[in-house]
């Protein structure tokens, strides 16, 4: 007899669906597994024949062998154990073959038969119902996980006995306690207010314009100039996530082996790596089953890196292509995996390796050569990407006593103005494939239709023609032009609006 079912093998975000088949014979016993299994997948031989024998279903003592199909594609991990048990009980007749040739089996089978919950349900249960399957058996730790996708039946286990018994397996019930996945709490529970910063109104209103026009913000400054709180107060500016959006971003939260919970996350996220993160923590990467670094996992919202000059030169020029394209692309030897890279990039830097320097309060000693060094750790084609570039100070104490007089903008009303923009450029774009100003590319900015007057960009006119700022630079003006327009109410861009954009672009030279 043939024993047939399905399972999902991921690469990246797409989902493959393989068939599984298990097939026994005479010979003397074995357990064979091929198609390309990976270590992790070799080993299910032996759990499943141990679960098989602890859930009191045991395998015949023959040769059982089971093809994963397509056999040229890799496939990784432990989550095809409970489609490849279920298709060797099918092949022996203890459960119904045409049962389980009609749902997708996800799941790792623990020595005593138990099933164990696993990473990447929410993807792998969309390519399933993508294509074509209507049920899909699952973990019970991972059932409110894969019940995110609709128009899908899902079918949670306990254990393998369980999972035989709803095949048809003439087993008896027995009560299992299932395993379940610890649940981590909300990430966006303290996103913190705009209202608590201090002074720095430019950086405030930078922070503002960065939201609403989705660009890319670099802040330089002293220690306690207030760079990481501006950073993360950031996503509480940012709207709610649209469906897509929130879809995509629970799905790599699920491929990451992080929690997922009841409910598709509504919040942008923001991920904060350390500077001695290497390339692969930051993008992605990994040997085995290619896993989404930090900058995947702040797809959709905003992507910190504090103390900017001490990462890796080339861990940071990592990010340049994810700059431009909004995707994240990993290569191996057998596999190219893609990932969202639509991030909103936010770097933190000191000034020099002492931090004082241009400090209103403090003396740098570092030598001028000691100070070129450091910011020069950031490649300039990385700062060219970045729209925003704006010097931070230090409070000062008369600055502390208005504080407490008259509190900043709130975060609420910063988002309700956002909205706004965000609005006004959507229905500009939308017979376009682009939805935020940091999206457009330069050549449209500057097509007919939208083309400003020679009057009104006489000022980046100048500094594109003495070497101020690049062509990209003078698009990325433009861009942050649009924005404050927008964040204005008015249809087009003024030239006191280029000259603002042109300071938020070039101010941390000034």
Excluded at 341 to 348: I, K, N, Y
Aim: glycine share 10%.
């Amino acid at each position: 007899m043939l024993g047939r079912t399905y399972a999902v093998s991921l690469l990246g975000l797409t989902g493959e669906i393989v068939e599984i088949e298990a097939d026994l014979s005479s010979n003397l016993p074995a357990f064979v597994l091929i198609g390309l299994p990976d270590a992790a997948l070799g080993e299910a031989k032996d759990r499943v024949r141990a679960a098989a024998i602890n859930s009191g279903c045991g395998l015949p003592n023959r040769k059982i062998t089971v093809n994963l199909s397509p056999a040229a594609l890799p496939k990784h991990g432990s989550g095809f154990d409970l489609a490849i048990a279920l298709a060797a009980l099918a092949a022996a007749g203890t459960v119904s073959s045409e049962s389980i040739g009609g749902v997708l089996h996800l799941g790792e089978l623990g020595l005593d038969g138990r099933l164990r919950p696993i990473n990447g349900v929410l993807p792998a249960v969309l390519a399933a119902s993508r294509a074509g399957f209507e049920s899909v058996m699952v973990p019970t730790g991972n059932a409110d996980e894969a019940a995110l996708v609709p128009g899908v039946r899902v079918i949670p286990v306990a254990s393998l006995r369980e999972a035989a018994i709803w095949h048809g397996g003439e087993f008896e019930p027995e009560i299992v306690e299932p395993i379940l996945r610890a649940s981590a709490g909300d990430p966006d529970d303290d996103e913190g207010d705009l209202g608590d910063v201090i002074g720095n109104p430019d950086a405030v209103e930078a922070m503002i314009v960065a939201a609403a026009g989705g660009h890319h913000v670099f802040l330089l400054g002293p220690p306690g100039a207030g760079k990481t709180m501006l950073a993360a107060r950031l996503p509480g500016l940012l709207p709610d996530l649209s469906a897509r959006a929130a879809l995509e971003v629970s799905s790599i939260r699920s491929l990451a082996g992080m929690s997922v919970g009841r409910s598709l996350v509504r919040r942008p996220p923001f991920e904060a790596p350390h500077h001695t993160a290497s390339a692969a923590a930051l993008v992605g990467g990994g040997s085995g089953q290619i896993r989404p670094g930090a900058a995947a996992r702040a797809s959709d919202g905003v992507l910190f890196l504090d103390e900017a000059p001490e990462f890796s030169p080339s861990v940071l020029d990592a990010l340049r292509q994810p700059l431009e394209s909004g995707l994240i692309t990993i290569h191996r030897a057998n596999a190219v995996a893609t990932f969202p890279g639509r991030f909103q990039l936010v770097m933190a830097a000191n000034p020099c390796p002492c931090g004082q320097y241009g400090a209103r309060d403090s003396e740098c000693t570092c030598p001028p050569a000691a100070r070129r060094r450091y910011v020069g750790r950031l490649s300039g084609p990385l700062l060219d990407r970045i729209d925003i570039q704006l010097r931070v100070q230090r409070i000062t104490a008369a600055q502390l006593r208005l504080a407490h007089e008259a509190r900043g903008v709130s975060s609420a009303a910063a988002r309700a103005r956002v909205s706004v923009a965000r609005a006004a450029a959507a229905e500009r774009l939308v017979n376009t494939p682009w939805q935020l100003n940091s999206q457009v590319p330069g050549a449209w900015l500057r097509g007919p239709g939208v083309r400003l007057a020679p009057a009104v960009t006489a000022s980046i006119d100048r500094a594109l023609e003495r070497g101020g700022i690049t062509m990209r630079g003078y698009d990325r003006v433009l861009r942050l032009a649009w924005t404050i327009a927008d964040l204005a109410g008015d249809t087009s861009p003024n030239a006191a609006q280029l000259g603002q954009a042109l300071y938020l672009r070039r101010a941390m030279s000034n």
